[in-house]
């Protein structure tokens, strides 16, 4: 048995690199970036005209010229053109390059246009008003997205600006999630008296959805030369087993052993900790083996407190945590780690996590009604109202 601190430092210590691959950057949204995005070119590229109405050349607002011969039309997307005599001006319109000899705009409000001439209204304009000028947002070569960034919305116009049609993200892992046990039914069956519908392969399987990778699942009945036929092909064929049940002390509990006899290296099994205790973790060198205890709750907090950080490791990420403050007196006396549920609110711009206690790790239904886990350390039997532990969130 180990303690919370230690497991978590043993699954830190096995992360794995699963590569990279290039995907299409629209389907790289939720994806981690891994590359640098660089300007290809100035932002904007060109001096840009941000109004639509008349660009003049200023020295000759400066010199009391108000009226300007419209000598051309300038349209966004249309190769640049001169301004011929500086005393004329050109119509220009927003997202236009702004045309050669000329340095200012004025915009259509402050213009009357009659007979080819256009007037200025206004008594005062600024050298250069009314354009975005080349490369004020950004030069060639400037860093734009850094990478191991979370790709979202955001970064998704950068990339099309830039010409990013593929970006180099990081590869997912190939991941098998295992349910096991005799007493569990499919979604769509009617379960018999002495049965459930298995839920904890689809509570994973959407843990991983959030952070984007795949999965596939299977339903191994508990029969030891089944589970070790087909685990012995999954630990070649994956690079993550997520199991949930059989991994604690009943005569039908197999997995510990199926591991040891297939070679799979027990890195450690039992935690001290509340729900959650019989998780095993072990390894090959292809493939990581988390057997998360079968009580509901016990899985769902396991993944989210070892599987999670061990991915963001794995894929370059930093682990950060997160506090709030107790929000009840709770006390705990038995010496393990207590991950108590708890409801958030915001106070006064502090994260507050209020106890709500359900009927232990196999009421499932409880989690619906939380949306974290407070970490309580084993170190202490009363946890005051006011103090603040880490939480793992999961919503
Ligand atoms: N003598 C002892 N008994 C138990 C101990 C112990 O230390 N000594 N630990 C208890 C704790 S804590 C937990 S947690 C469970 C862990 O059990 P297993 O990992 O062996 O899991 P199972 O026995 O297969 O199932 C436990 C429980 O969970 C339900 N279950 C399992 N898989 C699913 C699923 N996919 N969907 C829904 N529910 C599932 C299963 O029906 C059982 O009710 O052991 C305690 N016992
Ligand atoms: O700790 Mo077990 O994980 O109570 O259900
Ligand atoms: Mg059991």
């Not at 005062?124 to 060639?140: C, E, F």
């Not at 002495?194 to 990778?213: C, G, M």
Request: contains cysteine; charged residues 25%; proline residues 5%.
């Amino acid at each position: 048995m180990i303690s919370v601190e230690k497991a978590l430092e043993t699954v830190l210590n096995s992360s794995r690199y699963f590569g990279l691959e290039e995907v299409p950057f629209i389907k790289s949204v939720g994806r981690i970036l891994k590359e640098d995005i660089l300007a290809d070119r100035d932002f904007p590229p060109f001096n840009r005209v941000s109004m639509d109405g008349i660009a003049i050349d200023y020295t000759s607002f400066k010199n009391g010229q108000r009226a300007f011969n419209i000598e051309g039309i300038q349209a966004a997307g249309s190769e640049q053109i001169s301004l011929n005599n500086s005393g004329n001006c050109i119509e220009v319109m927003t997202g236009a390059v702004l045309p050669n000899n000329t340095n200012t705009v004025i915009r259509y409000e402050d213009v009357t246009i009659t007979n080819g001439v256009a007037t200025i209204t206004v008594d005062a304009i600024n050298d250069a008003q009314n354009v975005h000028a080349k490369g004020k947002d950004g030069k060639i070569g400037d860093l734009l997205i850094e990478q191991n960034t979370k790709i979202s919305a955001a970064e998704i116009g950068v990339l099309a600006t830039v010409g990013k049609s593929f970006v180099k993200v990081a590869k997912q892992p190939k991941v098998m999630i295992v349910s096991t046990g005799d007493e569990l039914v499919g979604v769509d069956e009617i379960p018999l008296a002495h049965q459930i519908r298995r839920s904890n392969v689809f509570t994973l399987v959407s843990l991983l959805e959030r952070l984007n990778i795949p999965s596939e699942t299977a339903h191994i009945t508990d029969d030891k030369p089944v589970l070790k036929s087909k685990i012995e092909n999954y630990l070649q064929e994956y690079d993550v087993l997520l199991f949930s049940g059989a991994v604690s002390k009943g005569k039908y509990d197999f997995l510990p052993e199926v591991f040891d006899e297939l070679g799979v290296e027990k890195l450690f099994h039992k935690i001290t900790q509340r729900p959650g205790k019989p998780f095993f973790y072990g390894k090959t060198d292809e493939c990581n083996v988390f057997g998360f205890p079968g009580n509901p709750i016990s899985t769902f907090v396991n993944c989210l407190a070892y599987f999670y950080p061990w991915y963001h490791k794995s894929i370059g990420l930093e682990v950060v945590e997160e506090t709030a403050i107790l929000n009840a007196d709770v006390i705990f006396k038995p010496n393990l780690t207590y991950f108590l549920q708890v409801k958030l609110s915001y106070r006064f711009g502090h994260l507050i996590a209020t106890p709500i206690t359900g009927n232990g790790s196999g009421d499932l239904a409880s989690l619906v009604k939380t949306d974290a886990f407070i970490q309580l350390p084993n170190d202490k039997v009363e946890f005051k109202k006011g103090e603040v532990f880490p939480i793992i969130r999961y919503r």
